[in-house]
Nanobody, 124 residues
């Protein structure tokens, strides 16, 4: 069964860090572009980061550039989103998705496989 499962969300104070994981089963992540998306209350889902199938290219939305880092752990079939210097406006449900698209911003909604999402809340 093809499945993506996100974890690592939670509540953190502004300036804090979280490390999100996306673990895949039933599909080899190294064949796909991986994207991280988020959806804040009352807003549309937006793509914030991606990693190409080779892992050689990554890209970030300006809102997270310099604070978030995407990386792959192919041996574990896992993608990581390291989030530092978190801000209240980063509060959202975060999703990982995989598909056969180019890794470039703005990242369109991926027509592929999606995880169920993990909640990130940044508040003092």
């Amino acid at each position: 069964q093809l499945q993506l499962v996100e974890s690592g969300g939670g509540s953190v104070q502004p300036g804090g860090s979280l490390r999100l994981s996306c673990i895949a089963s039933g599909l080899p992540l190294d064949l796909y572009t991986i994207g991280w998306f988020r959806q804040a209350p009352g807003k549309e889902r937006e793509g914030i980061s991606c990693s190409s199938s080779s892992g050689g290219r990554t890209d970030y939305d300006d809102s997270v550039k310099g604070r978030f880092t995407i990386s792959r752990e192919n041996a574990k079939n896992t993608v990581i989103l390291q989030m530092n210097s978190l801000k209240p406006e980063d509060t959202a449900i975060y999703y990982c998705a995989v598909g056969l698209i180019a890794c470039t911003m703005p990242l369109p909604p991926i027509s592929g496989y999606w995880g169920q999402g993990t909640q990130v809340t940044v508040s003092s």
